[in-house]
């Protein structure tokens, strides 16, 4: 099963609109179309900033994509401050992260809430990057494995194999986020190939054959292909790499195979 490798730029709360446009226009500029036959690229920009990475997008005609950093398990109502799955979709994104860490951390989302905004994701058509990924304290106790595939399990939990085959798994270390400790390779390896197994038995094996499974966590053009050279790890998540349109397309264009750009 032959996985197109993706690799997706999480702006976090970086960059007003105006800034999302310099910097979509800088990574089209460095990308010449040939690289998006071997490589899936998206930008997941801050809400404020996505109609007008829209209209770049569909103006220009550009090949990548792009998504939102998070959306509300809601569909419309008296949620004030929420951002529905259908708002997102009538922009044109394709991706939606959901769980991620600094959204478990910092607004209290459990794995109850991502299965419910990953549901919802699925409902308007977006495609969910689900987060995991363990602490400091869980690694070192050696409990990273079993931590990373309960919180897949109940961010997925109920879900059919048809919807499963729609989802992108990012495995993100806690630990090694903004921090520049980058995991290893095979530590990257392990977590993936154990969360494509669990992908088989929730749903079935072809599914988990399919599904893209990403690795993030301190990702640079230095480390990049040694982490998506991996058997089981299909791409990265990609958060301070990700605002520097030279460092990006790097990165992109070795995720391609090359040539670098
Ligand atoms: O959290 C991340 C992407 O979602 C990773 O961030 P960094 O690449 O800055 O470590």
């Known amino acids: 099963m032959s996985r197109t490798p993706f690799i997706a730029g999480n702006w976090k709360m970086n960059l007003n609109h105006l800034e999302a446009i310099a910097l979509v226009q800088k990574i089209a500029f460095s990308l010449p179309a040939k690289y998006f036959e071997k490589v899936d690229v ?10 007008s990475v829209q209209t770049l997008v569909e103006g220009d005609k550009l090949l990548l994509t792009y998504g939102a950093q998070d ?13 529905s799955g259908a708002f997102l979709a009538k922009l044109g994104c394709t991706y939606v992260v959901v769980g991620h860490s600094e959204r478990r951390a910092g607004h209290g989302e459990d794995d ?13 058509g977006l495609t969910p990057i689900v987060c995991i990924g363990e602490g400091l304290d869980v690694r070192e106790a050696g409990e990273h ?7 897949l399990r109940g961010s997925l939990a109920g879900l059919s194999a048809d919807q499963i085959a729609k989802v992108v798994v990012a495995y993100e270390p806690v630990w090694a986020i903004g921090t520049g400790k980058v995991a290893s390779a095979a530590d990257a390896q392990e977590v993936c190939a154990a969360v494509r197994t669990e992908l088989a038995s929730l749903a079935n094996v072809d599914t988990a054959a399919a599904v893209r499974i990403l690795y993030g966590g301190s990702v640079s053009s ?5 982490i998506v050279g991996q ?20 990165l992109c264009a070795i995720a391609a195979g090359g040539p670098l750009p």
Do not use: W
């Not at 494995?145 to 919180?151: D, K, P, R, S």
């Not at 230095?222 to 040694?226: I, R, Y």
């Open 71 to 83: 959306l509300s398990p809601h569909d419309q109502g008296a949620y004030t401050g929420d951002i």
């Open 222 to 226: 230095k480390n990049v292909g040694e």
């Open 42 to 51: 998206a930008v997941i920009p801050p809400f404020t900033d996505i109609r």
């Open 231 to 250: 058997t089981d790890v299909d791409g990265a998540l990609v958060g301070g790499a990700s605002l520097k349109a030279d460092e990006f397309a790097t």
């Open 112 to 124: 109850a809430t991502v299965l419910a905004k990953t549901t919802a994701a699925l409902k308007h």
């Open 145 to 151: 494995v079993a931590h990373n595939l309960e919180q």
